[in-house]
């Protein structure tokens, strides 16, 4: 599921999450929460225009189901690597990055799933720094990076793929063939994290109560005619949806957010409701006599 932009942004620039299909895209953006910093899922089908008019912080590239050289097959523009905005690649979007970019990506045959072991190309460092020279990930690919694109430096590789993760500091481009967002690769967070605050420079400032105050006062400041109570109702339960969907998938609400997003609804509403009711009682009493 992609989350759908809402009207009101919230005052952090996001980390935008690009959907390529399959579960993968739900979990980078927990994982980019949990670190701290605010994440915003989008589709594939985005243009770079439209991922930058978003102003994000950074952009991560997600896994998904497809071969880069099936017809159709999702693409990044490579007018992306040139906007200034640190991005990252994961799995197909590791792959999309090194095709858009000249690298070469391969059918060899050899597929890995599952726990794989990485091994650094000299000292970890880059994305990998403070991880292992060899560290067990978890890997689900059948096409692989042969080649990194010029600018490029390879960071680690494995058995079956020869450039398993990739850097250009200097344009802050990064890519590792794994998942890093799953618990099955022993320092996935760390990875991610390096990325966000080591390479893209982005303060772990962000919670779940962000979106709520920001929201509360959105919607307080949008409350409408007070004659007019069911208007304000629609409004504040559109206005409470976006800070649902801006507090992450719904799984992902009921987990972080819980008695918060009923919070969010009293303190939004206050005692209108019951303004409401009583007024309809008043009604129907009227209507009686």
Not at 133 to 141: E, F, G, Y
Not at 267 to 275: F, G, Q, S, V, W
Request: glycine letters at 8%.
């Amino acid at each position: 599921m992609t989350i759908p932009a809402a009207d009101a942004q919230t005052s952090h620039r996001p980390v935008l999450v690009v959907d390529y299909g399959a579960q993968y895209a739900q979990l980078i953006a927990r994982r980019v929460r949990e670190a701290n910093v605010y994440s915003e899922i989008v589709p594939h089908t985005f243009s770079t225009e439209q991922l930058l008019a978003k102003n994000p912080a950074a952009i991560i590239l997600s896994g998904g189901p497809s071969s880069v050289y099936a017809e159709a097959a999702p693409s990044v523009g490579a007018d992306l690597f040139e906007a200034g905005v640190p991005v990252f690649g994961i799995c197909y979007g590791f792959q999309a990055m090194a095709l858009a970019l000249g690298g070469t990506v391969a059918k060899t045959g050899l597929r890995e799933y599952g726990a794989t072991d990485v091994t650094s190309t000299g000292a970890a460092r880059s994305i990998l720094a403070g991880t292992p020279d060899q560290q067990n990930v978890w890997m689900s690919h059948g096409d692989s990076v042969q080649e990194a694109p010029a600018g490029f430096e390879v960071l680690a590789s494995t058995s079956g793929a020869p450039v398993a993760a990739f850097a250009n500091t200097e344009k802050c481009l990064f890519g590792v063939q794994w998942h890093p967002e799953v618990k099955h690769s022993n320092f996935g967070q760390k990875v991610l994290e390096n990325f966000l605050f080591n390479e893209a420079k982005i303060e772990p400032n962000w919670t779940t109560g962000n979106v709520i105050e920001e929201q509360v006062e959105r919607i307080r400041a949008g409350k409408s005619d007070p004659f007019r109570p069911a208007g304000r109702q629609r409004h504040v339960i559109a206005a409470s949806r976006q800070a649902a969907l801006r507090a992450g998938a719904v799984d992902y609400v009921v987990k972080t957010v819980g008695e918060d997003f009923l919070d969010l609804l009293a303190r939004a509403i206050d005692n209108e409701l019951a303004r409401v009711e009583l007024s309809r009682g008043k009604e129907a009493a009227e209507q009686e006599l």
